[in-house]
């Protein structure tokens, strides 16, 4: 066993969502649709398998750009995707797992080390330098959502995978943490308690959609994901078998909607069905002769026309903007070399035609667009992009998590490790330390 499944808790290694063995819960709360999947974990030649067994999906109500913006009208969004996902599989659930893009998740990357007796490293020397590590690493109005160990040292010989064994004066780790608002998250939580269900877990949303929609080979390589949701699209970077970096910016496929609907002075609806129907993210020669119908922003039964050149030429910019604006980020984060030559598109408003193309144009890299994988059971109507984030959730939840934080935040304090931040590797400091340890252990 790795010491990355080491630090796994054990109910999570044995696929348990702590309720009923085997079964577990995904919920993904975004800005235009609520999603469900209750899955099952089957035991092949292969390992565990994920099989889903229930799906569940609403529009959102109460949400805008991933946070809760009416309690009330999320809460019964929520209730009523769950319950009919649990309708579909013939049983109920007690508990969730949920993801997040509100709260503008961010990256930081921090070193801890610890001085060693003259003997060999023990598990509990792991795990008092890394809950030393994460108490002292807080910042108000932030809570940690994961905390992934990238890499250890003893003495001077770092990059090492597994330190157990070995004989050193000082231990030291690498550590991958991913901290959100404080407020967005709690709101969120409240609406699942509203809705009578105990919260598992919270993941970051490009973190979750990374481990459906990515191959083995690229998360090992080295890959770029972009999830390009409707209230905003977020990025993460893997590479070395382990997440490095993620980011957020506040732009989404609403937005394009928002565009089109002024720059064609029709309704919301009626631009979002312009979009998907006659839309794409590149020119053809044919655009200028195509004629499409525009209903009358008064909702009247009155219908003008336009070229469909006009309506691409509304939704190419926002995507380039979108694009330029993640590989900034990323090129400033230094993380942009690390990902390789792939990058990988995922989530609704992916979809749109030609968008892998200019994603293509801006970043200079190879791309796809990818759903959900490693998962059984999914329909034809679940299987897109605009589902790689649930499947994901339920994808580490039966692999299990390769953290050092898996639960619901909780605070915690101790103190035992000398804290190293990386200034060039750090986006925002934040956080509220779980007491993973207590409870795993």
Known sequence: MSVFEFLRPQAVRNGSNGKTPGVCAALDVGSSKIA???AKTDQTIAGPRPRVVGV??????GVRAGAIVDMDEAAEAIRAAVEQAERMAGQAVNSVTLTLSAGQPTSTRIGAEIDLPQREVTERDLRRLLDGALSEFAVADRVVLHAIPLAWSVDDHRGIRDPRGMFGRTLGVEVHVITAAIGPL???MTCVERCHFDLKGVVATPYASGLSALGDDEVQLGATLIDM??????AAVFAEGALLHIDTVPVGGSHVTSDVARGLSTPLAAAERLKTLYGSALDSPDDDQQMIEVPSVTGDRIYGSAPRSLLNSIIRPRLEETFELIRDRLDAAGVSKTSGRRLVLTGGASQLPGTGELAARVFGKQVRIAGPSGITGLGDAVSGPAFSAVAGVVRRETRGAAEA??????????SVARIRRDPTR???????VWRWFAESF
């Open 186 to 188: 709690r709101n969120l």
């Open 405 to 414: 934080i898996a639960g619901p935040p909780r605070l915690g304090a101790t």
């Open 36 to 38: 469900c999947f209750i």
């Open 426 to 432: 750090e986006t925002e400091r934040g956080g509220a």
């Open 229 to 234: 949701g409707a209230g905003a699209t977020t």
């Open 56 to 61: 569940g999906h609403q529009s959102s109500r």
